[in-house]
C-alpha cells in the first residue's frame, strides 16, 4: 500500500488550528446573510457576564452550540449563531468596586479578553454581530422598550414593601432572592417600603403558563419550575367585615368549603390594612413591636414549615360572612403580604398552619369536612389537620356537599350575597426592575411636577448613563448626586423637571437581546421586523438551567409584549431549549478561584489543542448531564485522534475520483466491503440521530467502532474505501471542525467541508441484512420479528419473547421444542 506523505508528518495541531481559523474567518465562513433565502436555522447560546476570563462551563455550552451550528450548516441550513455580552449589573459593578476599577473599564477589558480566548476555541460565532448590553447603541433600544411598556400601562411605579439586599445596598426582584438570600452576594434580605418601578408581567400570567403546552421541546423541569413560580390557582375571593369597623378584609382561598371552620383571621405584619384598624393602645404597640421583629427575618423562614408560627392578637374582631360567627383577627408571621390579599382566613381544623397556631394560641378548633359520611373527626383528637377534600358538616344549608360541587355552590352563594366570587390567584408578582446602582441603563422617565411621570420622547434616546465622582452604593442611585443629569425641562411643558435616578435591572437588557443580534446596526430601529420574521423564532437555545424562573419567563414575556405591538411574529422566542450540565472538578466541587480549583479552557486548548478538548468534554458525559471533569479522558482521546483518525487520510486514494452522492450495489460487493458498507451507514444514522439529541458522546463511540472495524478489515473496492474516508471526516466535522477541515483538504475535497453536505445513510443499506422470522406456536403464526441475517437461534428466541404478544402465548407453559428454519420460521412446541 502506499502511503500517503502526511500521515507520516506529525499532527502539528497549533499550526493546523491557527491556520483554519485564518482561513475561517477571512472566507467569513460563519458570516451569516442580513436575511436567509432558504431554510434558517438561529443557533443561540445565553450570551455571558464579562465577569473574568471564560470558564470551564461556559467552554462546554459553546462548543454544544458550535457542534449544533456546524452539522445544521452540512444539513444544508443557513445557520445564524452570534456571541454578544451581558454586559451591566451588579456582578461587574461589584467586582470593578473590589478592585478600585470604573464599572466600564473593567467591563470592557473582561470583554476583550474573554473575546480572545474565544476566538480561540474556533467556535463558529459570527463576530461581526457581536453586541454588549452597556454600548449606548444597545442601551437606546432597552430604554426604547420601556417607554414602549411605559406607554402601554405595563411599566409603572408603586410603594410597596420589596427585597433589599443590605450589602449591595439596592432592591432586588423576587426572582433574584434564593432562599431568603441575595442571589449574587448571600445576604440574608430585608424588607423595605420604597417606590419602584415594575413591569406588570402578571397581566401575561396566563400566557406563560398556557403557552408552555406550545413548547413539547422545552425540558420538562424548567416548565414545571415555571408553572410552580407563576402558581395559577382557581378559588374564590370572600370579604370579611371587621367589628366596628369601616374595613372589610378580602381574602383569597382554594378552600371556599371549609368557610364554616374558620376560628380567627391573619394579617400579614407589612399588610397596610394593619394602620387603618384603629387598634387600641395597647394592642397597638404590641402589634408595632412585632412588626419590626418580623420584618428583620427572611421570608423564606417565615413559611418555613420547621419554624414556629407565632403572632400576635389585634384586639379586633372579623365576621364571617357565611354565618356572622365573630373570630379574632391576628398579625402573623406565616402570613406575606404578597400572596394573595396578605391576609388568609384561618381553619385549624383543615389547614396545618393555622392548626399550629391555633394550639399554640388555643383558639378553637371546628370541624367542617369529614373524610367521608361514615368517617368522622374528633377535634379533641386530631394529632394535624385534616387537608384533603371531604364532606360539608357543621356547615348549615351546605352540609353533604362534597368536592368540587362544595365549592362551587359555597362561592355562588358568596357571589349571590354580594360578598364574595370566583377567582384566579397567582402567585407570580410584577417584576421590580429599578435599582439604585450605577452600572445600569438609566430609567427614560422624567418627573414634572406639573405633568406628572414623562417619558423621555424616543428621538432623545438614548439617556445616557452620566460620569459620577462615585458609583459606590449608598442606598440611593448615585445618578442623584449628578445635577446636570437630574435637572432638565420637561418635554411635555417646558418647565423644570427632574430625571428618575434608578437604572434597570440587567434582566431587561437581557429580555430582547435575541432580536438585536437579527439587525444589530439599525439605529432608527431596535430590529426591522422583516429580519424578525425572517429569523425567528430561535430554534435552539442552550444555557444552564439556573434561569429557569428568571430570565427564561422574562423573555417569553418580553417576546409576548412585542407580538402584541406588532414588532414579532411568534408567541414565544424559542423553539427548542436545551440546559447542558454543569462542570465540576474531579472531586465534583464547583471551580472557583477560592478553591484553586479552577481549569483554564485555555491552558488545556494550549497543551493538548481545541479538537482534543471539544472531544474529550463531548465524551465524558452525555450534554445534560454533570461532568466530574478529568484530564485523564484526553489521553484516550488523543490517542483515538492522532493514533487511529486522523491516519485513515492515508488510505485515500487521490487517484480515483469520488461520487459521494452515490450508493454502493451491494450485490457488487464482496462479503467483507458489504459489512464495512453495512457499518458505515447504520454509523451515518445513529451518528446523525445523536447529533439531533445532543448525545455527542455516543456520538464519538459510534465512530471509534467504524474506524476500528474500517482498519481491521481489508477492503477490495477502492472506491468504497475512499467513500469511507471521506463520510467519516464529515461525521466527526462538527465536533473536531479543525482537523476535519485538515483531513478533508487532504484528501483533495473541494471548499470547506462545513459546505459540503451532511452524509444520508443508504437505506438499503441498513435493511440489507435484516430478514423478517416468522414466530409461531405450535404451529400457528403468532407474530414476526426482524432480524439481523444468521442471527443465533438463542437471538431469536429473546427477541421474540421480548414481544409481549409473544409472551402471552408462552407465559407458564413450557418450551419442549424449538423447529428453526434459518432465517425463515422459529417454531415453538409449548405444552
Ligand atoms: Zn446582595
Ligand atoms: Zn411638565
Known sequence: MKINSTSTRKYNFKEIETKWQKIWDATGLYKAADMPKQNKYYMLVMFAYP?????????????????????????????????????????????????????????????????????????????????????????????????????????????????????????????????????????PVEKKELKQWYFRITDYADRLVDDLDKLPDWPENVKTMQREWIGRSTGAEIDFRIKDSQEKLSIFTTRPDTIFGVTFMAIAPESPIIGKLNLERDFRSRVEAYRKKVLLRSEIDRVSVDSEKDGVFTGKYAINPFNSEEVQLWVADYVLAGYGTGAVMAVPAHDSRDFLFAKKYDIPIKVVIHPDKNKSLDPASMKDAYTDFGVMVNSGQFNGL???????????????????????????????????????????????????????????????????????????????????????????????????????????????????????????????REKAKAWMPIDKYIGGVTHATGHLIYFRFFQKFLKDIGWVDNDEPATVLFNHGMVYDANGEVMSKSKGNVISPIGLMENRGIDISRLGMFFTAPSEKEIY???????????????????????????????????????????????????????????????????????????????????????????????????????????????????????????????????????????????????????????????????????????????????????????????????????????
Open 51 to 187: 465577569s473574568g476570563d471564560i470558564h470551564m462551563g461556559h467552554f462546554r455550552n459553546y462548543i454544544i452550540g458550535d457542534a449544533v451550528a456546524r452539522y445544521q450548516m452540512m444539513l444544508g441550513k443557513e445557520v445564524l449563531h452570534p456571541f454578544g455580552w451581558d454586559a451591566f449589573g451588579l456582578p461587574a459593578e461589584r467586582a470593578a468596586i473590589k478592585r478600585n476599577l470604573h464599572p466600564a473599564d473593567w467591563t470592557r477589558d473582561n470583554i476583550r479578553v474573554s473575546r480572545e480566548t474565544l476566538k480561540k476555541t474556533g467556535v463558529s460565532f459570527d463576530w461581526t454581530r457581536e453586541i454588549a448590553s452597556c454600548n449606548p447603541d444597545y442601551y437606546k433600544w432597552t430604554q426604547w422598550m420601556f417607554v414602549q411598556l411605559f406607554k402601554k400601562g405595563l411599566a409603572y411605579q408603586k410603594t410597596g414593601w420589596v427585597n433589599w439586599c443590605p450589602e449591595d445596598k439596592t432592591v432586588l426582584a423576587n426572582e433574584q432572592v434564593v432562599d431568603g438570600k441575595c442571589e449574587r452576594c448571600h445576604t
Open 402 to 528: 362534597a368536592g368540587g360541587e362544595a365549592i362551587e355552590k359555597t362561592t355562588d352563594f358568596a357571589d349571590k350575597n354580594g360578598f364574595g366570587r370566583k377567582k384566579i390567584n397567582y402567585k407570580l408578582h410584577d417584576w421590580l426592575i429599578s435599582r439604585q446602582r450605577y452600572w445600569g441603563a438609566p430609567i427614560p422617565i422624567i418627573h414634572c411636577p406639573k405633568c406628572g411621570q414623562v417619558a423621555v420622547p424616543e428621538k432623545q434616546l438614548p439617556v445616557l448613563l452620566p460620569a459620577v465622582d462615585s458609583y459606590i452604593p449608598k442606598g440611593r442611585s448615585p445618578l442623584a448626586d449628578v445635577a446636570e443629569y437630574m435637572n432638565i425641562t420637561c418635554p411635555k411643558c417646558g418647565g423644570k423637571a427632574e430625571r428618575d435616578p434608578d437604572t434597570m435591572d440587567t434582566f431587561v437588557c437581557s429580555s430582547w437581546y435575541f432580536l438585536r443580534y437579527l439587525d444589530h446596526k439599525n439605529d432608527s430601529e431596535p430590529f426591522s
Open 629 to 831: 471533569w478529568s484530564d485523564d479522558v484526553l489521553t484516550g482521546i488523543e490517542k483515538f485522534l492522532m493514533g487511529k483518525f486522523f491516519v485513515i487520510t492515508a488510505e485515500f486514494d487521490k487517484a480515483k475520483s469520488i461520487d459521494l452522492k452515490c450508493y454502493f450495489n451491494q450485490e457488487k460487493l464482496s462479503a467483507i466491503d458489504n459489512k464495512i458498507y453495512i457499518k458505515l451507514n447504520k454509523t451515518i444514522k445513529r451518528i446523525s440521530e445523536d447529533y439531533e439529541r445532543l448525545q455527542f458522546n455516543t456520538a464519538i463511540s459510534a465512530l471509534m467502532e467504524f474506524i476500528r472495524d474500517f482498519q481491521a478489515e481489508k477492503i477490495d473496492n477502492a472506491d468504497l474505501k475512499n467513500y469511507c474516508v471521506v463520510k467519516a471526516i464529515q461525521l466527526i466535522a462538527p465536533m473536531a471542525p479543525h482537523m476535519a477541515e485538515e483531513m478533508w483538504q487532504i484528501c483533495g475535497q473541494a471548499g470547506s467541508i462545513f459546505k459540503s453536505e451532511w452524509p444520508i445513510y443508504d437505506k438499503n443499506a441498513i435493511a440489507y441484512n435484516r430478514v423478517v422470522i416468522a414466530i409461531q406456536i405450535n404451529g400457528k403464526l403468532r407474530g414476526q420479528i426482524e432480524m439481523d441475517r444468521n442471527s443465533s437461534e438463542d437471538d431469536i428466541l429473546t427477541m421474540a419473547l421480548g414481544e409481549s404478544k409473544i409472551k402471552s402465548y408462552v407465559d407458564g407453559k413450557a418450551i419442549i421444542r424449538k423447529i428453526y428454519v434459518p432465517n425463515k420460521i422459529l417454531n415453538l412446541v409449548i405444552k
